[in-house]
Each structure stands twice: as structure tokens, then as C-alpha cells.
């Protein structure tokens, strides 16, 4: 049947003759009058629309998922239960999570304040939630103007991680998200969400130029920005094939290309240093939410956060089509500005990361404007293997936002090889960057920046991993290369 | 005619809930573009120029209209009244007539069923545009000579000579940059026309009397046939004060030519082209010092870019003038200001409003003065501050009277530890590679009133029903700053209602008629000064009808108090349910209009000599930071705030201007950045470029604290201003950057840290320490 069915604030909805490319922000202020949840930027940037989902997880168990409904399109919510901020409160009791707002002085203006309420809605029934940066990192994503934000962080103390019993906890139990499968039209517009490969590939062989997305946190943006009406979007949001993560018994780690990548980040966490250390700035909370691995990587943008991660580990993509499976390492995939490896009626189907052997050292780097929620000026992720004499075996330096596509610093490689790994080593690394490179001079940094911090990451590395072999991030921290002050003193 | 005596009952001075806080988390607060759309709304989109400076050589609109869903397209030739909405000097068509001074200018409306219907309409605008050589910076139009109006000057004492013999003479250069207001709720207008020659407009605006009026004016109509509607605003910091006008004028315009509502609303990214940002400065100086760091003269002059039109550049430039020395005596001076005509937007009022951009001068002299002295740059300020005759006058000659720096230095630097941390710092900088921290004292001292003097008058409206229950209106418009809430615990105190029997209406052109723009941090101090008028005159009136409720003699009447929704005298009590419908009975009347204006302020531009502000308003803040010598990254790790709200009406919304106003400061001076391209093109025009401050810049350590026993003389309650002032507390902010910068130097040399500190910025100032 030709309609879109999801579930808002506990109401069945069935949707026909609605454009496939309308927002749910869009939807909500429009269609239905809930002008609660308000437009600040139409880019993810904001949060002021934020809005909440019920997701399955990483382990399968249906969670509370904050995401941008600017940048959702309605079919992406098939057969799933959203939440606006009309929708919390219980009769005339408030949410813990706007009684905790609002009792804090958190609001000001108040245009910010829906999609607050609706990140704390998330981060109360979260059971992850441990350290504190994990709360500035799920607030990141709403930007306020008034407050100073101290407010709406001593709202956050107080309720993230609360898990009330209340009937959100209740219903989140038997909230899982139906089968996601739909062929839905409307007008000329067309929007696809195979359930299985072999429905994919029977739409990729009748569609070929058709445009792939799952969380649509990038594409969703030539529909906002610049209007743009595809014929036909193909979502790869119900295909479970892609989706999860495993250890293979070769000591191999595969990650769905379809994974979000805030399970990507959670399962990193303890297990992965540099992809944890990459994930935490990358986006807020809301993108992470809809964001996937496959989706960063395929865009092939030069500044793609996590392509510099698997350029370092050595990562191997797997691409797959009717044909059946071919693994391509990293450095093959990015093979121009925004062009890939991927064939006709191919999609990227996971990544793979080898175990790294003793004697890696390996870190990745994100600087950029603001901290959180920017994108990079320049990143970074190294990886030097030592033989037991402490010489260069291996290395593969891998940077972002330094040249056209995501790239190995190949000169700067080979002159560590067999060096003791000594400032001297560092040194002769750095000076092979300017041949390596030919940064741009843009908005977010000039030419000389760049090559500079991409120098100064090789020292951060090299100090930072003469105490660990592969660092975490602290926290509270100044700087994505960490090093020096409290450890040195 | 004695206030109520104080009443434990009374919420002033206590904490209270922004009277919108349960309606901001519910999302029922509604803002302009939330409103129902009235029946047969129409949407409207401006198209703009594609040329930072040109001339119209064709406008042809024809295919435009015949769009699908398009109503009319309008250009300059469609307005039958007055094409201008320069609010001081009228320079600013709202649609360009042929010149076109900056990409993003209005050149013509497009109106359709459907904001797709405008968009696909825009795009047929036939526009043909001769390009002509465009001013892109304060730089080029000095080099040019293009100005907006004369210098304004203020002098005293014998400057070249003070400088000649000065022990200490630098001079220097200070750039401070644009900042984007980026409140999160964009430009937006609402018209409809109502029945006769008549309109209402909703407006997201700081100014509904200038947007009735040039909403009139652009009709050709009295002001009495518009009346303009503010419900709140989601953020406005000055960019709503002269920049909503052009927009409601556009929607204005196309809801009478149609008889149709039309809703203008401008998205991120058309807001951020088209509206103008807080003026970059530019600033030449010439220092003396002693060797004590004893500031002996400054010679300054500056200049501001205000875009292709005045707007209120010259008050900013003249505010920028008027605080340029902050909280020090400035023995000899000569501080000129001009103001810089460019080919880029119009450049407006923003939280400061010229005094951050001045303050930053002086504070700059005193950091590079105390590096070069080897001098604490906290212990310089303290030297350097206001003090007893003859250190008592501003360069313009208004004498500083009850001067609270010293109070708030003392108190602030003993409970922050400032010694003792700095200390600390110094020792831990040395024993690290990489990281640098540094730690930065931060005075300010804020004029407060209008300096156009005339602006500061406010008038309010409280009407009382016959059940008792409160309708309270008056001039200020509420933006987030909690005004509203103010007004209405004021009302509550003075006249003993409760707050669920007073409702603050919407602020509205037919309710308060001629007000000035809130702005100027003025809204309390002068709305307020008119609610008490108002609920006193309500008051008085009441009192011998309660004396007569309560069967009391006559002369018991100066005896009632009013608190709990009743009239009290000697034990006997009345509720206003009956108090006011006796009233209402008797033919007493229930509604009272209040008034203020600030009395004995004046100045005079020719002279450079006056008094323009009531009085003034300071704070003190401490600040530590941390930063990266491998990549520039920085982070503000604690702050210690604490700020003079006078005898705060409610201290909780005066901790919150504190805190926002600050990380807003925090955010000019180290990560936004608006820039243009080499065509004129803002290049910045989302949060996606623009970086405002995000929750993770907060610092951990936030601590603010209201000065106590501060009630201030002559302001409403002994209250005192409180929106502008803490934006330039973030100030010490690049004091702190130049402390740990300096630590990859050797002592005694001046950091070159340009603003805002970004991490390319700080890294280059590294690298410069390390070399020199």
C-alpha cells in the first residue's frame, strides 16, 4: 500500500499524497499545527528541531533516539514511534525533563527550548550514561544564544541517566520498531526502503542512477539548502545485513556500513581508543544518531572524519552487489574529490578492521573551530608499528581536510621507515608533509594552518603514545592532542 | 502616598520563574511564525542583489508574476509612500531604486500561495545588474574617504605633550571583527490587513513604535491605521531593534496592495546575508605610560565599519567613544571615532553596542603596556582606576560617583584566589611543553541610558478588571531577557496581587503608544520606573474604597496595605473580588497609564561634554584558560563573576544575563567569525560556518555571584541594568590567552594575539612568542 505509517506522540498515523522529500520539521509545523518543535538552521547545526525517535540499538533493544527532524524525511520513519515536545507531558504533570529545564532558569528566550527538552528526553532514559562528558556530548547538539548554557547543563546533571518509571519507560518496552520496508510515491517523487539485499539489487538493476541514504544527514541537506527533488531515493535503513557490529574469529572487527554511529561510538568505547576519540567530536548526539559509517564514507568528502581512522587501522571496505563481495583497502576507495571505488549497482557493505599487532601505536586528531559540532579544519589518524629495537616497521599517517580526498601521508611514511621512533623520526616526518600536501586556504583555516597543525599532530602523537599505546581521551580537555601540563608536571 | 511597607508575601528581590518558562519546555510559547495562519495567508521571499555594488540596468518582473502560485512581485516602484527606512538618517530604501550597495540588498518581493511558490517566483526575476568597484573593508574605505557622517571627538588635557614625555610610549593597532546576533529565532513579520485602511502587524521586533511608523510612512498612512504586535521574540540582542523594520515594511506592503495576510520570514541563511552584525572596529593608538603602568595619555582613534547605510552606526561609534576608557582615569586624552561606509550590510545595535568594541581598545593598551612592564595586568588595572578628585571625571566630563570596582576587586580576587592561581599557573607553565595556561581580571564599567537623551521615557498600562484580577502592558518588548517577568513582580509588589492574577499582554503599539526600542539594557530601569507609576496611581485610588469596605474611618486610608489579592487595615481585611467591583460600583476608575523619564542627563556632541548616563553599572570577572601550542585549541576552564545588579528585582534572571551575556562575549573574542568573499558574498551564512558557542565551551566552573548591600539610588527597587554590561566581563578572556601565550615567550615582550581567538589565531600568536 501506497502510504507512510508511523506513530506521533502515540497516535497512528497513515500518510498518503505527502511529497517523500518532506521533512518531518516540515510536517509538524505545516501539516499538523505542533509549532512546538521549531526551525533554526534546516541543517542539523541547531538542534532547535529536535525531536525523539525510538531506535533499536546497537544490542537490538528499542531506545530513545534525539534526532534533527529537519533532516528527516517522513518515509525514514516507517513503521517507527516519534516524540515532539507536545507530546511529554502526562495530564498537567511536566516531563523530569522540562520540569528539570525550567525549574533551572533554563530557558530564556525559549526558542531553543523544545529541542533541549527533547536531547534531555533522550539522556533521562539512558543507562550509558556515566561519565560527564557524555553530557556535555548529549547536549551538544542545541545550541542556546541566551542562557550560557550553565543552566541547561545543571538541568542535564540532574535528570540524564534518571530513568524514570514512568510511561515512556514502560512503552519503550514493547516500542520496537516495525519492519521498515516501503515503496512509496507521491507525484513524481519515489522513496525505497528494500527489506532485504535481493530486493536492493532487483531496485539498483531497474534504477541504476538511483541515490542511496540511511540517515539522510547529508543528502537531507540538497532538499533543505538547495531544493533539490529527487525522483527516487533508495534507503538502506531496512536492510539488517548491514547493520551491527562483529569480531570475526580471525580477530577481525566488522562494522556494518549501515551502523549508526552512535552505536559505532558505543561499542568503541574501551575497545577502539582511536575511533572513540573521533566519534566524540564528530557531530552532536543528533547526528550520531542518524549518521552511519557507510553514509560518511561514501560521501567521500575530503574532510570526512572517519576515513582518516580507517586509513590508519588499515581497514578494508567491503563492497557488495548482485555480483557478491570484493574487499578493497581504504586507500583505494577515496579515488577523487567525492568519487569512490564503488561501481554501478554497488553499495558499501562494512568495514573491516584487521587486530592490530603489538607494537602499534596508534591516535587520531579533530581540530577544528568550535569543538563540538564543527567540522575539521584538519584530522588526523596515525599508526607506527615498532620492532622490538623501537624502529619504524610500519606506519600509515592518514590525514583529513589536506587535500582532495582523505590521503596517506606517503613521503612522510616512508621517511620514518627503520628510524628509531625519536623526536628526530617526528621531525623528518613533518618536514615530508609540505611534499605530501598542498592544503587550501578556506573559512575554516588558511594553507599555513593546516600544514602547521598537521606537522604539530605528529609531535602531539609522538609524545602522547610514549605513555600509551593507543590513548583515550581525558576529560575535561583542551586540546584533541592532549599532551604535556598535568602529565609532565 | 507612602509604598507598601516590604511584605514577606511581596516576590521582589526574590527568585521567579520566567513567566513563560512552563509554556518555553511545553512548546506552547508562541512565537510570530507559530501564530495560526490567518485565512488565505500569503508567503513572501525578497529577492536580492547578486552584486556587492552595482546599478540596476533592467528589472523585469513579468515572468516572475506569471509563475505558478505567484500573487505579485513588487519593486521599489510599488511603495506609495516613503521607500526608507533609515531610522536616523534616511539612507535605507527598503527596495533598491537603481544603486545596489551590498550583496544581499532588497530589490524586489515576490508573493505567492506557498514559500515554494516565492522561491521557484525569485528565481525568475529578470535582474540585470552593471557591476561597479565595491568598498570590502574598513581599510579600502578609509583609503577611499567614504564615511558615514563626521569624527566625533572627545578630548582633554594636553595629549602630545602627556605622550612626548611619557617614561613609556607605544603605539599599536586593535582590530576587533564582526559578530552575527544569531538568535535562534530569524527575522519574521506577519501582516493582515484589517477592516477600512487599516493593518496589523505581528513582528518579531525590539522596536514596534519604528516599525509602526515606517510601516506607515511606507504607505503613505498615519500611524494610527497600523498597530504593531509583539508576542515574544526568540532572541533578539540588538538585531532586532532597527533590522526587523525593513521586513515588516515588505510584508506590510504586500498585505494592503492584496488585502491579504502575508507572512515574511526570513530562513538561517537569508537572515544571516541580509541583516547587518556588530561593527568591526578599527584602532590606531598612541600610549604613554609611567613605569609603575600608570596610563599618562592615549591618543586613540577609531573607526567602525557600519556597512552601505547609517542605521545607528554613529551611536554606536559614540558609545564606543564613551567607554573607550572603561573603568581607568585617562589623564590626557583625544579619542576620535568615525564611522567607515562600505559595500556590505548595514551593520547595527548588538548587546554593547559600540562599548565592548572601545572597552577592547583600552583593555589591549593595558595588556600591552603591563607585558612590556613585566607588570601584573590586574595589579595595572587596579592603578589605573577611577578614584577620588581629581581622578574622578570621564574624558567627557561626567564624574564617576560611587565607584564599586574597588569593592568588586577586592571581594573578587580574594574569593577567585587570584594570586595564589597565578602563581600556580606560572609554575605549572614551566614545567609543561605543550599546554600553557593563563588566568586574566576583567573590570568593567558600563554607562546606563540612552545617549540619545530624549529615548529615555517609558509609559505603561495596568488595568484592573472588576474581579480584581490585573491586565498589565507596557513599552518593553520580552526577548528572553525576563523583562515580562519583571514588569509583572513589580506589579505584584506594588499592588499585592498575586502572580496568577496578572497577565503581561503582548506588547503592542495600541496599548503603549511612542515607545523607545528595548535596548540600551533600559527595558527594567524605564518600563519599570512606568509599571510602579501606574499601579500607584491604581493604588491610591483604591485605598478609600477599601477604608470604606472595611467600615474604617477616612483617616485610615494612608494605613491599607495591599498584599494577597486584599486590602489590609488595622486587622480587617478586604479581597480585591470585592474591592474592585465596590470600586467599579462607585465609578472609580480601574486603568492607569504610567510614565517615566529619566531626569538631569544631556550631552552635547560639539563639546564632547555631558553627562549622558543615570548612572553606572560594573562587574569584575576572573578568568583561566588553557591552550595548545601544537594546535591553537583553547579552552575557558573557569570563571569567577561578580557583577553589580544594584538591589537585583530578580536575582535569578540577573544570573542568567550574566552567564549568557558572558558566553556571548566569550564567543566574539574567540570563535565567531564573519567573513565575506572577495565578491562581497557572505560566506559565513549558517551555524554550519558560524560558530557561536556551544554547551561544551561553558566552563565547568561557573560561578556568578550578585554584589550584595548594592542597592543603587534614583532606579526602580534600588535595581540596576543588567543586559549589556557582563558582555564585556568575556574581556578577560584574551587577558588570560595572552598570559599563556606569552608563557612560550620570554617575559617582557608584547604578545601578538589577533581577535577573535581562534585556534589559527592563538597558534600564530605561538608561533610569534617562540621566535621572538
Known amino acids: ?489 | 502616598m507612602a509604598a507598601p511597607a516590604p511584605s514577606p508575601a511581596s516576590p521582589l528581590h526574590g527568585p521567579a520563574l520566567h513567566e513563560s518558562a512552563e509554556r518555553h519546555v511545553t512548546g506552547e510559547a508562541l512565537y510570530v511564525d507559530d501564530l495560526p495562519a490567518p485565512p488565505r495567508m500569503l508567503h513572501a521571499q525578497v529577492v536580492t542583489s547578486p552584486v556587492a555594488h552595482g546599478r540596476i540596468r533592467r528589472l523585469d518582473l513579468e515572468r516572475a508574476r506569471q509563475a505558478p502560485g505567484v500573487l505579485a512581485v513588487f519593486s521599489a516602484a510599488d511603495i506609495p509612500g516613503e521607500n526608507n527606512v533609515g531610522p536616523v538618517v534616511h539612507d535605507e530604501p527598503v527596495l533598491a531604486v537603481d544603486g545596489l550597495h551590498f550583496h544581499g540588498q532588497s530589490v524586489a518581493l515576490v508573493v505567492g500561495d506557498s514559500p515554494a511558490s516565492c522561491r521557484r517566483g525569485a528565481g525568475l526575476v529578470d535582474l540585470e545588474v552593471e557591476p561597479l568597484p565595491a568598498l570590502l573593508s574598513m581599510d579600502a574605505a578609509i583609503e577611499a574617504g567614504s564615511f558615514l557622517g563626521a569624527p566625533h571627538e572627545i578630548s582633554r588635557g594636553e595629549v602630545d605633550g602627556a605622550l612626548a614625555f611619557a617614561p613609556l610610549r607605544f603605539s599599536g593597532e586593535v582590530r576587533s571583527g564582526a559578530q552575527d546576533h544569531f538568535y535562534l529565532e530569524t527575522q519574521v513579520s506577519l501582516a493582515v490587513p484589517e477592516e477600512g485602511a487599516a493593518l496589523k502587524v505581528y513582528c518579531s521586533t525590539q522596536h514596534p513604535t519604528e516599525v509602526q511608523h515606517l510601516v506607515a510612512a511606507a504607505l503613505g498612512w498615519g500611524s494610527h491605521q497600523v498597530t504593531v504586535e509583539v508576542p515574544r521574540m526568540g532572541g533578539g540582542f540588538g538585531g532586532k531593534e532597527t533590522q526587523a523594520a525593513p521586513f515588516a515594511v515588505l510584508a506590510g506592503l504586500a498585505a494592503v496592495k492584496l488585502g491579504r495576510p502575508v507572512k515574511l520570514w526570513l530562513n538561517r541563511d537569508q537572515d544571516m546575508a541580509q541583516t547587518g552584525k556588530r561593527h568591526p572596529f578599527l584602532a590606531r593608538f598612541d600610549a604613554g605610560f609611567d613605569h609603575e603602568g600608570h596610563l599618562l595619555a592615549l591618543d586613540a582613534r577609531l573607526y567602525s565599519d557600519g556597512g552601505w547605510a547609517t542605521d545607528l552606526s554613529r551611536a554606536i561609534m559614540d558609545r564606543a567613544l564613551f567607554h573607550l576608557d572603561n573603568a581607568y582615569y585617562v589623564p590626557a586624552c583625544r579619542f576620535v571615532g568615525q564611522v567607515c561606509r562600505t559595500n556590505l550590510p548595514s551593520n547595527t545595535a548588538f548587546r554593547g553596542f559600540g562599548g565592548p568594541q572601545g572597552m577592547l581598545v583600552m583593555e589591549e593598551v593595558l595588556n600591552r603596556a603591563a607585558e612590556r612592564l613585566g607588570l601584573d595586568p590586574a595589579e595595572v588595572r587596579a592603578r589605573n582606576f577611577y578614584a577620588d578628585a581629581p581622578r574622578h571625571e570621564t574624558p567627557y566630563g561626567q564624574v564617576v560617583t560611587d565607584n564599586r570596582l574597588p569593592r568588586l576587586r577586592t571581594e573578587l580576587l580574594a574569593e577567585s584566589r587570584y594570586a595564589e592561581r597565578r602563581a600556580a599557573i606560572d609554575a605549572w607553565n614551566r614545567a609543561s611543553t605543550h599546554l600553557k595556561r593563563g588566568i586574566g581580571f576583567q573590570p568593567v564599567k558600563f554607562g546606563i541610558s540612552f545617549t540619545t537623551s530624549f529615548l529615555n521615557q517609558a509609559a505603561a498600562l495596568v488595568l484592573m478588571y472588576a474581579d480584581g484580577s490585573v491586565q498589565l502592558s507596557h513599552g518593553g518588548t520580552e526577548m528572553g531577557q525576563g523583562l515580562h517577568t519583571k514588569m509583572r513582580v513589580l506589579c505584584e509588589h506594588e499592588l499585592g496581587v498575586t502572580a496568577d492574577r496578572v497577565r503581561v499582554m503582548n506588547t503592542a503599539t495600541d496599548k503603549v503608544p511612542n515607545t523607545s526600542a528595548t535596548a540600551a539594557s533600559s527595558g527594567a530601569d524605564l518600563n519599570g520606573q512606568a509599571v510602579v507609576e501606574a499601579c500607584t496611581t491604581l493604588r491610591e485610588r483604591l485605598r478609600p474604597v477599601a477604608v470604606q469596605l472595611l467600615e474604617l474611618p477616612a483617616d485610615a486610608a494612608a494605613e491599607v496595605t495591599f498584599r494577597a489579592n486584599a486590602a489590609h487595615a488595622r486587622g480587617r481585611s478586604v479581597p480585591f473580588t470585592q474591592l474592585a467591583r465596590a470600586a467599579y460600583l462607585r465609578q472609580v476608575p480601574l486603568s492607569a497609564p504610567g510614565f517615566y523619564r529619566t531626569p538631569g542627563i544631556h550631552y552635547d556632541p560639539k563639546a564632547g561634554r555631558g553627562k549622558p548616563f543615570h548612572y553606572f553599572a560594573y562587574g569584575a570577572a576572573v578568568v583561566e584558560v588553557e591552550l595548545s601550542g601544537l594546535t591553537g585549541e583553547h579552552r575557558v576552564t573557569a570563571v569567577d563573576i561578580l557583577h553589580d545588579a544594584g538591589r537585583s528585582l530578580v536575582p535569578n534572571l540577573d544570573r542568567g544575563q550574566v552567564e549568557g551575556a558572558f558566553i556571548q562575549g566569550l564567543g566574539w573574542l574567540t570563535a565567531e567569525e564573519v567573513l565575506f568573499g572577495a565578491d562581497g558574498r557572505l560566506l559565513t551564512h549558517s551555524p554550519d560556518t558560524y560558530k557561536i558557542p556551544s554547551l561544551g565551551d561553558a566552563p565547568e566552573h561557573f560561578q556568578v555571584r550578585l554584589l550584595e548591600n548594592a542597592a543603587q539610588e534614583g532606579v526602580v527597587h534600588g535595581s540596576k541594568a543588567v543586559g549589556e554590561p557582563p558582555f564585556m566581563l568575556a574581556l578577560g578572556v584574551v587577558t588570560a590567552l595572552r598570559h599563556a601565550v606569552a608563557a612560550f615567550g620570554q617575559p617582557g615582550r608584547e604578545v601578538q594575539l589577533g581577535i577573535p581567538c581562534t585556534p589559527e589565531s592563538v597558534l600564530r600568536a605561538v608561533v610569534a612568542a617562540r621566535v621572538r
Open chain 1, 1 to 489: 500500500m501506497n502510504a507512510l505509517r508511523f506513530f506521533l506522540n502515540d497516535k497512528w498515523l497513515e500518510l498518503s499524497g505527502i511529497a517523500p522529500t518532506t521533512t518531518l520539521l516540515r510536517y509538524l509545523r505545516d501539516n499538523q499545527r505542533m509549532t512546538g518543535t521549531k526551525e533554526g538552521c534546516a541543517e542539523g547545526d541547531c538542534g532547535a528541531c529536535t525531536v525523539v525517535v525510538v531506535e533499536e540499538d546497537g544490542q537490538g533493544r528499542p531506545a530513545y533516539r534525539a534526532v534533527n527532524s529537519c533532516l528527516l524525511l517522513l518515509p525514514m520513519l516507517q513503521g517507527k514511534r516519534v516524540y515532539t515536545v507536545e507530546g511529554l507531558r502526562t495530564g498537567d504533570v511536566l516531563h523530569p525533563s522540562q520540569a528539570a529545564l525550567m525549574e533551572a532558569s533554563g530557558s530564556q528566550c525559549g526558542y531553543c527550548t523544545p529541542g533541549v527538552v527533547m536531547a534531555l528526553f533522550e539522556a533521562c532514559y539512558r543507562e550509558d550514561l556515566r561519565e560527564p562528558w557524555q553530557l556535555d556530548a548529549a547536549l551538544c547538539g542545541n545550541l542556546c544564544r541566551c542562557t550560557g548554557y550553565r543552566p541547561i547543563r545543571e538541568a542535564g546533571q540532574k535528570v540524564a541517566g534518571s530513568c524514570p518509571q514512568d510511561r515512556f519507560a514502560a512503552g519503550l518496552a514493547a516500542a520496537a520498531p516495525g519492519p521498515m520496508g516501503l515503496a512509496y510515491s507521491a507525484g513524481p517523487q519515489r522513496f525505497v526502503t528494500p527489506n532485504s539485499l535481493s530486493e536492493l539489487w532487483d531496485v539498483l538493476e531497474a534504477n541504476p542512477a538511483a541515490r542511496l541514504v540511511v540517515g539522510g544527514t547529508d543528502l537531507s541537506l540538497d532538499i533543505t539548502k538547495r531544493y533539490a527533488e529527487p525522483t527516487l531515493l533508495v534507503s538502506l535503513e531496512g536492510l539488517k545485513a548491514l547493520r551491527g557490529i562483529r569480531d570475526l574469529e580471525d580477530g577481525t572487527t566488522w562494522i556494518g556500513a549501515g551502523t549508526f554511529l552512535t552505536d559505532v561510538e558505543s561499542w568503541s568505547c574501551g575497545r577502539n581508543a582511536p575511533l572513540e576519540r573521533m566519534l566524540r567530536y564528530f557531530g552532536a548526539r543528533q547526528i550520531k544518531n542518524r549518521a552511519t559509517v557507510g553514509g560518511n564514507l561514501c560521501t567521500a568528502s575530503p574532510i570526512g572524519d572517519l576515513a582518516p581512522v580507517f586509513l590508519a587501522l588499515g581497514a578494508r571496505f567491503v563492497l557488495a552487489s548482485r555480483a557478491g563481495e570484493r574487499r578493497v583497502p581504504a586507500e583505494e576507495f577515496f579515488l577523487a574529490y567525492r568519487k569512490t571505488a564503488l561501481g554501478p549497482r554497488e553499495v558499501l557493505a562494512a568495514v573491516e578492521l584487521p587486530r592490530l599487532p603489538a607494537g602499534a601505536r596508534v591516535a587520531s586528531y579533530k581540530v577544528s573551530k568550535r569543538r563540538e559540532l564543527d567540522i575539521s579544519t584538519v584530522s588526523a589518524a596515525f599508526y607506527v608499528e615498532l620492532n622490538d629495537a623501537g624502529r619504524v616497521t610500519a606506519a600509515r599517517l592518514a590525514y583529513g581536510g589536506m587535500a582532495a580526498t582523505p590521503a596517506r601521508a606517503r613521503s612522510a611514511e616512508a621517511a620514518i621507515l627503520g628510524l628509531p621512533w625519536n623526536l628526530e623520526a617526528v621531525a623528518a616526518a613533518a618536514d615530508e608533509l609540505g611534499h605530501d600536501f598542498t592544503p587550501l586556504s578556506d573559512h575554516r583555516g588558511s594553507a599555513v594552518y593546516r600544514l602547521l597543525v598537521a606537522r604539530n599532530l605528529l609531535r602531539g602523537f609522538h609524545d602522547e603514545t610514549q605513555v600509551t599505546a593507543a590513548p583515550r581521551l581525558p576529560h575535561p580537555h583542551t586540546a584533541t592532542a592532549q599532551v604535556g601540563g598535568a602529565q609532565e608536571s
